[in-house]
């Protein structure tokens, strides 16, 4: 699930619609530099699983704002690359394509676990995901949690 909401950088007051990545924490948080001035900004998803129930927040240099068409893009995931060359598009589901590809390991070996393993084991193997393209993980809290390696970037 990609939750969307826009954020106004405290600094130099560009604004940005954030589109994040759903992982499993009660609290997601997110930094990345100002598309404008490059200050980061820190935002966060918070969920509620007992009430089943999502917000965001701003937390550092970050401002909430309404949705202004034509505003900059900006990708977040809690648990998948994001690869740089859809970093800034809007309506990109990369999450969706290595998830295929994580199926493809995992019918392969017959196991999750060995999905799990490729990804968290195998920088390269996990970089192919990106096509030799530069990306990044931006979820400060999933930091060495299965799915986010962040391994992409020097690829
Ligand atoms: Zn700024």
């Known amino acids: 699930m990609i939750v969307r909401s826009s954020f106004k950088c405290a600094t130099c007051g560009q604004i940005h ?26 935002v966060a998803l918070n969920v509620d699983y007992q009430a089943v129930a999502h917000w ?15 505003a900059p893009i900006m990708n ?7 690869p740089e060359s859809e970093r800034h598009t809007d309506f990109a589901f990369p999450r969706l394509t290595q998830l ?24 390269n193997a996990a970089a192919s995901y990106c096509f030799g393209r530069k990306s990044w993980s931006g979820n ?16």
């Open 17 to 42: 619609t954030v589109r994040i990545g759903m992982g499993q924490e009660a609290h997601q948080s997110h930094r990345f530099g100002c598309m404008n001035c490059g200050e980061d900004m820190v």
């Open 56 to 70: 965001t927040e701003a937390l550092e240099n970050a401002e909430h704002v309404g949705e202004v068409p034509g």
């Open 76 to 82: 977040v995931d809690a648990n998948f690359i994001m």
């Open 100 to 123: 295929r590809a994580m199926n493809k390991v995992a019918e392969k070996h017959g196991s999750l676990a060995a999905a799990r393993e490729w990804r968290s084991a195998s920088p």
């Open 140 to 155: 400060i809290d999933s930091l060495g949690s299965w799915m986010t390696t962040g391994v992409c970037s020097a690829a």
